[in-house]
């Protein structure tokens, strides 16, 4: 399970901008993109420096403010990190310079 984060709190409460940014990538063809990868991005990435006094307001715009160039650029690094990525043998390499 993951660590809790400073800001889970606010979950609830912006469920209809994260909605919206949801919506928006839909609109831009990324339908994988989940509510939970990208809570996942902002707890990683935007918040990864905790505020100790942070309104609502400013959650939202951090939000809205999401590019799809950003999120996906952070999934990718991600993916490549998890352990199911390996290029340990040479037949792997192979398929991926096919």
Known sequence: MENSHAYDHFR???K????SKLSEFKILGYD???ESSL????????????KDEIYLHEIIQ????????????FAT???YKSPEFSLENE?????LFK
């Not at 809570?39 to 905790?50: D, E, M, N, R, S």
């Not at 951090?62 to 650029?73: E, N």
């Open 16 to 19: 209809p901008a994260l909605a």
């Open 39 to 50: 809570w996942g991005y902002l707890q990683k990435k935007k918040w990864k420096k905790v």
């Open 12 to 14: 609830t409460q912006v």
């Open 62 to 73: 951090d939000i809205l403010k999401v590019k799809v160039s950003d999120y996906m650029s």
């Open 77 to 79: 690094i991600e993916a």
């Open 91 to 95: 037949n792997e390499w192979k398929k």
């Open 32 to 34: 994988s993109v989940t």
